[in-house]
């Protein structure tokens, strides 16, 4: 390999390609990241982030991810990183459920809600605490980690297909972590679009999050980030509009403000909007390509790419360093 020439080529910089990059750069592979947009105008700068499982398949890695990038979690806010913290919360639910939602099963300090704390419509509760991500701060800490660690400039470009971004790439490896765009670029149909919109507003003095779900995508959330407030949300299949809809974000105000009263005339900040890459199963597996090049897939972590991050990324490393070898 002439050293002008990286080793691997990762494909994608939101939380998935990034925290995979700097996984791999911190290794010692020379490592690039190629990407149709740099990471701060990805689906991942859109995530509330709070640590938990969400609308990702039924997969017995999962678990095992999720627990990998929770440690790691914990770690960074050992290290005092200011952009994940330890917050309290409270899941609530309209369905009369016995069991905690999906996400909140793994957080800690699990316990039930007394009814008198239900807003109106909601019938169960979760008290909870988990690591909150402020994802704006952590992609860029994130991608200076990468960049200390030897990893190349991101070259901003978007490949139709895996073949062209192998062409370009020219390296023996490349890493797939393109989220929804793996719909078109494998292509891989399976990987669909679960549209969510969120309004960042003024944080008026909140400090605990919470997350109501009801039946059929009815999602409300609030995630407190220091000054600001991520409110969301919406869970949209298979709408690919990443414009913000000016009378959802009326309505998510609104839903947040019945939970938090206080939201009620928080000053908007900002407008985001992501498509969580919905699929069936998490694709994490390396494949050799007509070409020769083996593509290892690192996609389709739906409502959870923040929450497997860690763990996916250091397999998709393990996968790379297998095929070098
Ligand atoms: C509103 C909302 C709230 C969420 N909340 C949470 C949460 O609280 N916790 C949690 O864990 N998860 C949450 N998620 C889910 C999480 O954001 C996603 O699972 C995660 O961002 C996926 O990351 P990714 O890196 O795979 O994809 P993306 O962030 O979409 O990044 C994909 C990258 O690939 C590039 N790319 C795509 N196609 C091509 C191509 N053809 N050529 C070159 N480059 C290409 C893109 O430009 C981009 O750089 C939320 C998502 C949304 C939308």
């Known amino acids: 390999m002439p050293r002008d020439l990286p080793e691997v080529t990762i494909l994608g910089a939101g939380v998935v390609g990034l925290t995979t990059a700097v996984r791999l750069a911190e290794s010692g592979v020379t490592v690039a990241v190629h990407a149709a947009e740099p990471p701060l105008q990805t689906t991942s700068l859109a995530a ?156 008026p003095g909140i400090t605990r999050f919470f997350v109501g779900f009801g039946p059929g995508g009815d999602l409300t959330y609030c995630f407190p980030h220091g000054d600001r407030v991520v409110l969301g949300g919406t869970e949209q299949p298979g709408d690919w509009n990443r414009e913000p809809d000016p009378r959802l974000a009326k309505q998510i105000i609104a839903n947040c403000s019945v939970i938090e009263p206080a939201l009620e005339g928080a000053a908007v900040l900002e407008h985001r909007v992501g498509l969580r890459p919905v699929r069936p199963q998490v694709r994490l597996e390396a494949v050799r390509a007509p070409d020769g090049v083996t593509v290892v897939h690192n996609y389709g972590h739906g409502g959870a790419g923040v929450t497997l991050s860690w763990g996916c990324a250091t397999e998709a490393a393990e996968l790379v360093q297998a095929a070098l070898r």
């Open 48 to 203: 509330g982030a709070v640590w938990g499982p969400h609308l990702v398949g039924p997969h017995d890695r999962v678990e095992h991810w999720a627990a990998q990038t929770l440690s790691t979690l914990h770690e960074l806010i050992a290290a005092g990183h200011p952009f994940v913290r330890l917050v309290d919360g409270v899941a609530f639910s309209r369905l009369a459920e016995t069991a905690p939602p999906e996400f909140a099963a793994g957080a800690s300090n699990l316990s039930a809600c007394p009814a008198e704390e239900l807003p109106d419509g909601y019938l169960t509760g979760w008290r909870l605490t988990a690591p909150l991500v402020t994802m704006p701060q952590y992609l860029s800490w994130l991608h200076e980690r990468y960049r200390s660690a030897g990893g190349r400039a991101i070259r901003l470009i978007r490949y139709p297909t895996l073949a062209d971004a192998s062409r370009a790439a020219a390296t023996r490896v490349m890493v797939n972590c393109t989220g929804c765009g793996a719909n078109e670029l494998v292509p891989d149909p399976e990987v669909t679009p679960v549209r969510g919109q969120a309004v960042v507003v003024a944080n």
